[in-house]
T-cell receptor
């Protein structure tokens, strides 16, 4: 079965970089996603990466994928207080199996 | 383009009752998935509907059911509510055009069972 793991908490100072890590077990994952959840809200899609890529950059966000180690990371550059939220990584098997398997979520706290 | 909408946003029910939650996908999206989020179990997949048919199902009891209408709007129903059904229920829609099938989530319906 699918098992996606994340560390529960991360604290960083405003202006520093944050790195949120995720490991997954299913090597047949085709897409990996990062979602952000603010208190009382739904999930906001941040970015995704296809499994044949090893890096994707989108403004302040950099996603790194090590498929051999089944390790995914999200780096947020110049972290701001508005980045404080819970971050979820999720994997899917792609078209035809449109269900996401989520990690436990990492609560990012940005200290002013 | 409007996002995924869910109604109601908050709901309080008592044990034994049933509840129906509604989800309107992004215009043009044909797939709707439902997830349950609880502090103990995290985010868990309930089911997915595509073209009015259930295409995938998670590991939940038969008390949880859903349907999709011809306009892609979806409802989920929970019968004989239990205290453990208290959760945030999230709906997500995707285009299903091949490729990513990226899911976009609504704000959720927070269900409290007393």
């Amino acid at each position: 079965g699918e098992d996606v793991e994340q560390s529960l908490f991360l604290s960083v100072r405003e202006g520093d970089s944050s790195v949120i890590n995720c490991t997954y077990t299913d090597s047949s994952s085709t897409y990996l996603y990062w979602y952000k959840q603010e208190p009382g809200a739904g999930l906001q899609l941040l970015t995704y990466i296809f499994s044949n890529m090893d890096m994707k950059q989108d403004q302040r966000l950099t996603v790194l994928l090590n498929k051999k180690d089944k390790h995914l990371s999200l780096r947020i550059a110049d972290t701001q207080t508005g980045d404080s939220a819970i971050y979820f990584c999720a994997e899917s098997m792609g078209t035809g199996a449109n269900n996401l398997f989520f990690g436990t979520g990492t609560r990012l706290t940005v200290i002013p | 383009k409007a996002g995924v909408t869910q109604t109601p946003r908050y709901l309080i029910k008592t044990r034994g009752q049933q509840v129906t939650l509604s989800c309107s996908p992004i215009s043009g999206h044909r797939s709707v998935s439902w997830y349950q989020q609880t502090p103990g179990q995290g985010l868990q997949f309930l089911f997915e509907y595509f073209s009015e048919t259930q295409r995938n199902k998670g590991n939940f009891p038969g008390r949880f059911s859903g349907r999709q209408f011809s306009n892609s709007r979806s409802e989920m129903n929970v019968s004989t509510l239990e205290l453990g059904d208290s959760a945030l229920y999230l709906c997500a829609s995707s285009l299903v055009q091949g490729g990513t099938d990226t899911q976009y989530f609504g704000p959720g319906t927070r269900l409290t069972v007393l």
